[in-house]
Structures are given as C-alpha cells and as structure tokens.
C-alpha cells in the first residue's frame, strides 16, 4: 500500500477501533488506489481521502416497541449519510441481528462508489437495526417500523437521504415504513424511500435490479474472453431475493443453476433449480430451504454444508459478507470455476479474492456487479419525480445499459492503470475519481 495511504489507513483504524467491515471496505479501496495519488497530487492536498473516510453524518437512535404478548423490546437503528458530493446520500436499510455501526459504515462507505459507478446523480448512505423479523408476526414488524420511522423521518427526505431496502427489509417493510413517514409528514412524497410497491410509486424491475444486474455484469466479463452464461454450470449462496433473480437471469440466459443456499444449508438440484419454488417458500411461506428437497425429487438438501462445495463455472455469492473464504475459493478455483461476482456487499474475503486473482478468475466487486439494485432504485426515484411509470421492458433496458456501462468504466480503467481485467482496481478508481472530482469542485466541505 502506498506510505500517504497507509499513514491514512492507520488514523482510519485508530479513529474508529472495533469495526472490522469498515477497516476491510477501506483497505480493499485503498490497495487500488496508490497510482491514483501519484497522478492526481491534488487529491491529497485536498484531503480527499481523509474527508471521504468520515462519514457526513452518523445517527444513532433507540427504537422502543411492544411485541404481541404485550413486553417492550428497545433496538438500535442507525442511518449513515456517507457522502453527498454526487446527490442525495442513497442506499438501503439493513434489519438484521449482526448490524452495529461498523457494518453500517462499511456498507454506506462501499456505497459511495457503487453508486458513482452507476453515473446516476447519488450519493453514498446505509442504515437499519439490530431488529430480527424473521419469525416476527406482521403486527410486530408494523409497530417496529412505524417506532423506527418516527425518528428517521426527520433526518430523510427526497432531496436529502433516500433509504430502500437490505437484507431483512422487503416490501413489506418498505410499505410499513412509507405509512408511518407520510402520517408523521403529512405528505405523499413518493421519492424518500425507493423499492416501494407499484400500485403506490414503486418501479417495475426493481425487486429483480440487483439479481439481474450481477448476471448481466458477470455475462459481460465472460464476453471479454469469448464465453457468456450459456450452458454453463452456476452456483448461487443464499435464496433471497438477489439469489432468486440472479438465478432467473442465469437461467434466462441458458445456464444450468445448480444449487442455492440458505443459513441452515443448501440444495442441489441436477435438474435445475426451480426458481418459482424457491420464491414460494422463502418469500410467500417464508419457510426454509430444506423445504425445498422435500418437494422436489431431483434435489438434495445438506444441512450445515458450504455451497462452495459444488462444482461450477460460475459462483455468484448474493447471501452477505465474508461468506467465501480462502478455502473455498482454492477449492472453486481447483474445480474449474472461471466467474465470479459478488451479488452481496463484500461476501469474498480479501484471501478469496486475491486466490481468485492469482487464477485468473473473472472476478467482479460487489460495488460494480451488484449496483444494478441501486441504479433502478435511482430510475424509480426519476419515475416518482416525473409522476411517471415505465414498462418494465424499458426499465430493464435501462438497467442493461447501466450494467453494460459499469462494466466498460471498469474495464477501461483497468486497462488505463496498467492491470487489464482487473475489476477491482477498476472500479474502485473509477467511482473514486468521479466522487474526488466532485468533492474538489465543491470546497471545503
């Protein structure tokens, strides 16, 4: 790492002990970036990184609420509002038991470039709760968002922090979420929170934006090399909401998915995974995967397994962070994999990613191959502002082509720094540069 950015990276760490997620998202940025403050002195002048480094504005708030045997419960909520240098902070609301402030900041912080890759006029933002829904009653979810909207209303709106969904916040939060904001406002303000339901402002294609995007990224990387997705064999970790789409989209493009997973294990399906199956138990029946097996004769259920042990050429990660490891990429790379992209935020360690590299794997960063969730986000964002709504065939071009367009700025890039193919450094110096630039022409801010 380049001495300006390790003496940066230490006060990083010195100033914000504890949070491991936020120290990794900023060492995996600031290893791409030393040619970067070699030709652009003025980033360091101007304390780019420094400023970067520390969010805008970081809330912490209680959320009481009553569960249905009539007993308080008190979480935390968190917003982050990261950056602002391109637009409104931008990003989603993450309700999970493992979420404190590090993870938060490690979220907003990746947010920044994700959302700068996408050229759309966002800034970077992340928030949520310690709160787990699962096995939680619709009445319980109602009443936790509604006590959690009651003081986040205050630091959001349109033109200042959009939220939208995360692991643990779907549509249904979202809905509850949006209720309790326009009570308190009084206002129908379409635009504060994206991922809504499209008989009141939501956008065709955004349930399916982050699985896509990750496939239409990762079908481009085969294409620099002559291949695409047809016939091949792909793994996919979780079965939420970016697995499913990410596995519909595969399929969509000719390949054979083959297992998927949840907390409990996984399933493989020589057949090939049935993906309305899937939807119907994870997101209707909100039941597990085993379920899966017990209905479908072709597949097989491994409790406490790794997916990584199935065989593929394609392995898209879309469950969390930290989920593949340096054995199991060793063990993915000696089974023939030649694609990887990060459908989740961060699921590759830094070892995984480096054997990965180091094999000459294809090999997509989260913040480039999963930002389609967040660019239709932003196109719903245009629709609510214009009281418009578009066909999902146009909305999904549209998404094509913000995909299309990541992948050629990464790729490009790369190639302008000296390391063609790798799409780390290229994206993590292409929505770095686009942010540095905007924060030097607004001042000292």
Request: charged share 20%.
């Amino acid at each position: 790492m380049h001495a300006k950015l390790l003496a940066i990276r230490d006060q990083v760490q010195a100033r914000n002990p504890g949070e491991v997620e936020f120290h990794q998202a900023v060492d995996e940025v600031f290893e791409s970036l030393g040619p970067v403050m070699e030709r652009h002195p003025e980033y360091v002048e101007a304390a780019v990184l420094e400023r970067l480094c520390e969010p805008e504005r970081q809330i912490i708030f209680r959320v009481p609420w009553t569960d249905d045997s009539g007993h308080v419960q008190i979480n935390r909520g968190f917003r982050v509002e990261y950056n602002s240098a391109l637009g409104p902070y931008k990003g989603g609301l993450r309700f999970h038991p493992s979420v404190y402030l590090g993870i938060v900041k490690f979220l907003g912080f990746e947010q920044i470039f994700k959302n700068a890759l996408t050229g759309m006029p966002i800034g970077g933002g992340k928030g949520g709760s310690d709160f787990d829904p699962r096995g939680r009653s619709d009445a319980e979810v109602m009443r936790f968002c509604q006590s959690f909207m009651t003081e986040l209303y205050r630091h959001i709106g349109e033109y200042t922090d959009v939220p939208a969904g995360d692991i643990g916040v779907g549509g249904r939060e979202i809905g509850y979420l949006f209720g309790q904001y326009k009570r308190i406002t009084n206002r129908y303000e379409s635009g504060v929170l994206t991922g809504k339901g499209l008989g009141w402002g939501g956008s065709l294609v955004r349930p399916e934006a982050t699985g896509y995007g990750t496939v239409l990224f990762a079908n481009e990387m085969a294409k620099t090399r002559g291949g695409s997705f047809d016939g091949k064999r792909v793994i996919v970790s979780g079965s939420g909401n970016v697995a499913i789409y990410a596995m519909q989209k595969a399929q969509q493009l000719g390949a054979v998915v083959l297992a998927c997973s949840d907390s409990d294990g996984y399933v493989v399906d020589e057949a090939g995974i049935d993906i309305e199956l899937v939807r119907q138990i994870k997101e209707v029946e909100r039941g597990r995967l085993k379920e899966y097996a017990e209905r479908r004769g072709s597949a097989v259920y491994v409790a406490g397994g790794s997916v990584w042990d199935v065989d593929a050429e394609v392995a898209l990660p879309c469950a969390t962070q930290n989920e593949l490891g340096e054995a199991a990429a060793v063990r993915l790379v000696n089974a023939g994999v030649k694609v990887v992209a990060e459908g989740a935020n961060m699921p590759c360690t830094p070892e995984a990613v480096t054997v990965f590299q180091k094999a000459g794997v294809l090999f997509a960063p989260g913040k480039a191959a999963n930002a389609g969730g967040v660019a239709t986000s932003a196109l719903e964002m245009q629709q609510n502002a214009s009281r418009d709504s578009w066909t999902f065939e146009h909305t999904e071009q549209r998404l094509t082509e913000i995909m299309v367009g990541i992948h050629d700025r990464c790729a490009e890039t790369a190639e302008l720094y000296g390391q063609p193919g790798n799409y780390v450094l290229g994206a993590n110096v292409a929505g770095f540069v686009k942010v540095a630039e905007a924060m030097l022409a607004q001042g000292l801010v």
